[in-house]
Nanobody, 127 residues
Framework: QVQLGESGGGLVQAGGSLRLSCAAS????????MGWFRQAPGKEREFVAAISRSGDFSYYTDSVKGRFTISRDNAKNTVYLQMASLKPEDTAVYYC????????????????????WGQGTQVTVSS
């Protein structure tokens, strides 16, 4: 089992940047594929980005491609989401998620693929 804790959210102006971090407990972090999701008020939780166990492969939803970068540091049990050129429509609670028994080079993009979730961190982008 793994516990996840997000940090790094906040209020930023449109065009600005933020880096979210997600720290994981346990000693088997490298066995988990990781993902970031977000949920805006009144909307369903949606996929943002995913990264494979190895960190060699990543995948993004179209609306953030070229602006967001997901990365991981397995030595620090942490996954990151670097967000740039932020837009008001990026405003949401951002959640990290972990999938156990993940295949080494695979990214996972659906909510139901993930086994563990953090509590979320609020990102607000003002216009």
């Amino acid at each position: 089992q793994v516990q996840l804790g997000e940090s790094g959210g906040g209020l930023v102006q449109a065009g600005g940047s933020l880096r979210l971090s997600c720290a994981a407990s346990g000693r088997t972090f490298s066995s988990y594929a990781m993902g970031w999701f977000r949920q805006a008020p009144g909307k369903e939780r949606e996929f943002v980005a995913a990264i494979s166990r190895s960190g060699d492969f990543s995948y993004y939803t179209d609306s953030v491609k070229g602006r967001f970068t997901i990365s991981r540091d397995n030595a620090k049990n942490t996954v990151y989401l670097q967000m740039a050129s932020l837009k008001p429509e990026d405003t949401a609670v951002y959640y990290c998620a972990a999938k156990q028994e993940a295949r080494l080079f695979v990214t996972y993009t659906t909510r139901t693929s993930y086994d563990y979730w953090g509590q979320g961190t609020q990102v607000t982008v003002s216009s």
